[in-house]
């Protein structure tokens, strides 16, 4: 299979959550991937625990979006500084440069980072990063 190749930063979006454009930092360094979450709340729906949670799709915007998912399992990672938290995670669908798959991303707020997503390298199975590279796949039409 051919693979998409991308910068250390693109634009993603994630259907199944309803965000149509979120900016991504493309991190091999990372294992999970992360997703800026806030007034995260589980539920059960179906006889399944469920989250739903907020996000600001846009640094330095008020816009925020509720959404909703099915818990997949519950973590402890451990964050760049070192702080190991305990992370929901949920499996949702990614798409990126045409492509489209499902990705696991632990929720946690990341309210002061400069991504709101992070992709970590267990979900890049089906990209190359070209790491001085930002935006191969186009993204300016995104921006709020």
């Known amino acids: 299979m051919n693979k998409t ?5 693109e634009w993603a979006s994630l259907p199944d959550l309803g ?7 493309v991190d091999t360094g990372a294992r ?3 997703l800026h979450a806030f007034k995260v709340t589980s ?9 739903r949670f907020c996000i600001h799709p846009f640094q330095d915007s008020d816009q925020s979006r509720e959404c909703e998912a099915p818990l997949l399992d519950r973590r402890v990672v451990t964050d760049s500084g070192g702080h190991r938290e305990e992370r929901p995670v ?17 929720l946690t707020d990341r309210d002061t980072m ?7 390298r267990t979900a890049m199975d089906q990209l190359v990063v070209h790491p001085q590279a930002s935006f191969l796949l186009g993204g300016n039409e995104h921006q709020p």
Do not use: N, Y
């Open 5 to 9: 190749t991308v910068g250390w930063r």
């Open 19 to 25: 965000i149509k454009a979120i900016k991504m930092k």
């Open 32 to 34: 999970t991937s992360a």
């Open 43 to 51: 539920f059960q729906r179906d006889g399944r625990e469920w989250i």
């Open 90 to 106: 949920i499996k949702t669908l990614l798409a990126v440069g045409g492509r489209r798959w499902p990705v696991e991303m632990t």
């Open 114 to 120: 400069k991504f709101r997503m992070l992709l970590g």
